[in-house]
């Protein structure tokens, strides 16, 4: 399993833009599928996109607004979403995830990082 650590998130107005990281660390990050969930209040847990070597995907409800990219060096991936144009809906709690595409019970979830879009 990899070890996950999140920063970004925050506070913006209807519009703006924010950006979340994930720091993704441990043996054979590099071939992990890496995720962004989001859950609101009372909702469920919602796949925002996610990218591997063979893939890159991004759900219909963000695409256009919301971005995945992932960063890669010998010991680590840092994989970001970018939130352009953002929307009170977007507000809700994000959650990076990882697994290995073929070894089960691999998966890791980040810490999770608080996103809030009002005026």
């Known amino acids: 399993q990899v070890q996950l650590v999140e920063s970004g998130g925050g506070l913006v107005q209807p519009g703006g833009s924010l950006r979340l990281s994930c720091t993704a660390s441990?043996?054979?990050?590099?071939?992990?599928?890496m995720s962004w969930y989001r859950q609101a209040p009372g909702e469920q847990r919602e796949l925002i996109a996610n990218?591997?070597?063979?893939?890159?995907?991004?759900a219909d409800s963000v695409k256009g607004r919301f971005t995945i990219s992932v960063s890669k060096d010998l010991i680590k991936n840092t994989v970001f979403l970018q939130m352009d144009n953002l929307k009170p809906e977007d507000t809700a709690t994000y959650y990076c995830?990882?697994?290995?595409?073929?070894?089960?019970?691999?998966?890791?979830w980040g810490q999770g990082a608080q996103v809030t879009v009002s005026s």
């Open positions: 995830h990882a697994r290995h595409p073929i070894i089960p019970a691999t998966e890791s």
């Open positions: 441990g043996r054979n990050v590099g071939i992990y599928i």
């Open positions: 990218t591997s070597s063979k893939s890159t995907n991004v």
